[in-house]
């Protein structure tokens, strides 16, 4: 089958496109997918440069790629509510950027959602849905979302927004009009970030989403009423790993996989009722996937990139 494989750590040129990699075979509990489409995820770039190994220790040869979107082509043992011929998406467990891709956690792929839509859902859905659950924003509420013009913030501005939260959302200047399109008060980067928050928000901000790090965990703690006061409970991160030493919770992703099923079928309904948007920046042919990595790496893609077989 075709497959991008690596067998070391290193930059995008470790990447191998291969035509001839053996057709993994489903466990228990495991469903194979014939792969249709295979999302491009920050952590795939990550784990090829072995930043992520004591998190994510990884066995050569190695095929990246943890988001897939596929037809369901062979059962393990034990798998129940799946048939051969259905349209899924979820996690990979071998390496989505394959022609063929072993899977566990997957959910069924609704009648007229594309690929590309289905693979940008599991990564950023899940995450969206989580840290605003941590967050416990209702609606009145005032969110502060640091990077929300990303993948992840585009969904989170979109769920908090429907449900009554004014969102802050902090971006570059050319996607200020996205953000103002999907409902959010948008402010720039860098220096003075917190007085551009307070202006945005001057009845106050009662939560903070930490989307995309750069050190603003102090800026979080100073919206939410300062290193004495501040309640910390209600800033969560997921992009500065020093968020402990803050007192601040590192969200990660939810074990329960029924409570994500929950969230990304509703949020592949909303797709399709279109009140529900994803970002789509590109879909590149499965041996483009070192250039791939590299616009994912280099930080200035706007939306989703999939991988297609």
């Known amino acids: 089958m075709e497959a991008i494989v690596f067998e070391e750590f290193g930059g995008p040129e470790v990447l191998r496109h291969e035509t001839g990699a053996e057709v993994p075979e489903p466990g228990p509990g495991e469903v194979r997918l014939r792969v249709a489409a295979a999302g491009v995820n920050p952590m795939d770039w990550k784990v090829r440069r072995g930043l992520l190994e004591e998190v994510h220790p990884t066995v050569f040869p190695a095929v990246p790629g943890i988001e897939v979107a596929g037809t369901v082509d ?7 509510g799946l048939a051969v ?23 069924p792929k609704p009648a007229g959602l594309s690929w590309e839509a289905a693979v940008g859902l599991p990564v950023a859905g899940e995450t969206a ?6 967050l416990g924003v209702r609606e009145g509420e005032t969110l502060f979302l640091h990077g929300a013009a990303g993948i992840v913030g585009t969904i989170a501005v979109q769920l908090a927004v429907a ?8 971006a570059s200047a050319s996607n200020h009009a996205y953000l103002r399109d999907l409902g959010a008060i948008p402010v720039a980067y860098g220096d003075g970030l917190a007085e551009r928050v307070r202006a945005a928000a001057p009845q106050g901000v009662d939560a903070v989403f930490d989307a995309a ?3 603003v965990l102090p800026v979080a703690i100073e919206l939410l009423g300062g290193e004495e006061t501040a309640d910390r409970s209600r800033i969560v991160t997921i992009a500065e790993t020093d968020a402990a030493a803050h007192g601040i919770v590192f969200s990660l992703p939810e074990q ?10 509703a949020q592949a309904q909303g797709v399709l009722a279109g009140t529900l948007r994803l970002r789509h920046a590109d879909t590149l042919p499965l041996k483009e996937a070192a250039r791939a990595q590299e616009l994912s790496e280099s930080g200035h893609v706007r939306g989703k990139l999939v991988l297609t077989p």
């Open 129 to 134: 849905a989580r840290v605003l659950e941590e």
């Open 74 to 80: 062979a059962l393990g043992e034990g798998v129940t």
């Open 213 to 215: 790090g750069y050190g």
């Open 163 to 170: 449900a009554g939260v004014t969102v802050v959302g902090s």
């Open 256 to 265: 329960d996989f029924e409570r994500v099923r929950g969230w990304l079928t």
């Open 85 to 107: 011929g259905d349209e899924v998406f979820g996690w990979s467990k071998t390496g989505a950027y394959a022609g063929h891709a072993l899977a566990g956690n997957v959910l």
